[in-house]
């Protein structure tokens, strides 16, 4: 056993991190927040040039994947820097096609293995969101609905989310690419490797709200001290940094378990999901309040980490369901 | 990065599991706080030695087999899997060990660890004192020097099983003078019925009186006994207290153990709490702990891979209501809490076989596992209903009382080690890199 990432992962996470460090990507949110998808859209192939998008896909339609545990690698680091867009959403239509196989396949994987298309993905079963995010911005949206997958000709209006960077419609129409028993088993598949996906993003967004209010809470002075050298102040950062640690290796261990398609993968993926984004949440509490007013504002970046942690614990799998999973059979 | 077990690593697990399948007691042993049952328990500390499974991680010189991190790992998940005793010799093997292994002589080595592996001499912390609980450094027992060693005076208190044990070890004051609060500290051994030496047992929280204050009235103590250089005490002890607040106290096997076992009773009671229509008492089903042989809840090495065997009766997965969708939720929460500090732990054990360290990383753990249990143990008692509140003296208790004691004991763990708010400054000031403040 070695549970611990090999240094060519560490290396990946580091280069991406120093790139979207330098990217700038809170502009980017913005832009994308108002409509503008021009600069995500450059961000986007950007990573897809750093072989993000190609992990979910596989080798035989351009891709290198599925490689699962480097997937929440890079997640990790989208949500580090807040990374706007259908991501979650683009790796697990890789992931349902890459099943699927036959002509829907071969048309788009390869577009979303090199990012030339972004793709949103929507599943239509009971506690799934009935929207597409960022329906606007794909080039493709995919929809299950029971035996059958769509591609979506049109989408409802927009339904702005308190995430402003968060753009989700209803997928309307379309084409059926593929119906038949392999569709559901494509989908829930696909649905694990989204909720991996999503959890890996929470627990980056966790870690910068982390850093950020770390940061914060040593140069602000308050009765002439740090306010982070008060006790209450230490104790909810430690509280964020504990949560944040012990949900970590459930996110690597469920990559894993989907990597070696694990019968147990399915309680892997929501332990890693409920905790890696319940984490999150916390920290975004704990920054919110540690930042106090300065952190009730648009206009500090910080709100763009605060409100995207509170829709990610819901999207692909909420606490609920993904507490009832761990205790299925 | 992988989850695998060696060849050689399966054979161990199956080795332990066949062996302890073969020996652990089918009803528990007597509390191990009570005289008769601390009795019970030093008899079984002899088995597991008997059989080279007291202290399996330490070289084979002393009674180990010289077993890797993960190796005890292994080793503790089958222990606790399968039902066996609590480790009456904790206190030594975790915290006295380390030091010894770390700052002790060859001599004393040889002198003290074979016996402590057999269980023949069971030895107690001499920590806290009334003055100095989280604030260790402000301790004020002295230690004075004298011909061939030291003479030691002072007050000890919240020394678990005290009452029952043979020898202990603590820090003493031996510099006045040290410029410091934890300078001119000595880290000394001493026997409990050593002259000078009184011991009061303490009833504690679960009215068990095994916790006790010792006073010590110029008690002789040989430079032989003395760890590390005099003054260096703190230095010492600190090598330990990472050690207890690690994973070598409360290893991760005890929690998947138990969560494994809660998920059984969650599932014999059909997903809610027990009460007085059930028609039927917990105890008389195979749901109940102890005697169940339960599974871990995760089979090793495949993660959630396989719910546990007993308990599975014809009621389990019926439609749980709305009040028990919160019972559900927290038994789902003890299971992933408990897979998280197994995998957390693989980490830690992978990141030392690469040659790391662990430091400040350890209040991590400490946090952690404290609280998991507390939530594990209540989440257990809401389950039983009105048997949650049976202790182990109460003939119609389920599990022989295991849940209601192991949740008393439970309390205490956000306390003993070093208390969470001393865990939370430590992973604020030295992870997060906070600035000291006042307490």
Known sequence: MRFLLSDEQREFARTLDGMLRSAGTPGVVRSWASGDHGPGRALWARLAEAGVFALAVPEEHEGVGPLPLELAVAFGELGRHAVPGPLAETAAAGALLGRLGGDAAHVWLPQLA???AVASLCVLWPGGSPYA???????????????????????????????????PARPLGGVVLAQGPAVPAAAAYAAD?????????????????????????????????????FQAVKHRLADTLIA?????????????????????????????KVSACEAAYAAARTALQLHGAVGYTEELDLSLWIRKARPLRTAWGTPAACRARVLAD | MDLDFTAAEDAFRSEARDWLAARVPSVPLPSLETAEGFAAHREWEGVLFAGGWSVVSWPEQFGGRGSSPLEWLIFEEEYYRAGAPGRVSQNGISLLAPTLFEHGSDEQRARVLPSMASGEVIWAQAWSEPEAGSDLASLRSVAVRTEGGWRVSGQKTWSSRAAFADRAFGL??????????????????FPLDADGVTVRPI????????????????????DEDVIGEPGQGWRVAMSTSANERGLTLRSPGRFTAAAGRLTDLWRSTGGSAYGPDSGSRPGSESCSGFESGSGSGFESGSGFASRSRSGSDSRSGSNPGPNDAALRDRVADAVIGARAYQLFTYAHASHIAAGGSIGAESSLNKVFWSELDIALHETALDLLGPYGELSDEAGEAPAHGSWADGYTFSLAGPIYAGTNEIQRDIIAERLLGLPKGRR
């Not at chain 1, 870690?207 to 009765?223: C, D, G, K, N, W």
């Not at chain 1, 459930?250 to 332990?271: C, I, K, M, Q, Y």
């Not at chain 2, 009833?203 to 006073?215: Q, T, V």
């Open chain 1, 193 to 229: 490797v989204a909720a991996l996906v999503t959890a890996a993003q929470a627990l980056g967004v966790g870690r910068a709200l982390l850093e950020r209010t770390v940061q914060y809470v040593r140069q602000r002075t308050q009765f002439g001290v740090a306010v982070g050298s």
């Open chain 1, 133 to 167: 995010l960022d329906a606007d911005a794909a080039d493709a949206v995919f929809v299950v609905d029971g035996d059958t997958v769509r591609l979506a000709d049109a989408h409802g209006p927009m339904q702005p989310s308190a995430d402003p960077a968060r753009r």
């Open chain 2, 203 to 222: 009833g504690r929280l679960d009215g068990k009186p095994a916790f006790a204050e010792l006073f010590l009235d110029d008690v002789f103590v040989p």
């Open chain 2, 172 to 189: 003493f004051r031996s510099d006045p003078d040290a410029d410091r609060p934890h300078r001119g500290l000595t880290y000394l051994m």
């Open chain 1, 114 to 116: 090199s990012g030339k």
């Open chain 1, 244 to 272: 944040l640690e012990f949900a970590q290796p459930l996110v690597h261990a469920a990559a894993l378990a989907l990597t070696a398609d694990d019968p147990a993968a399915g309680r892997e993926v929501a332990a890693a």
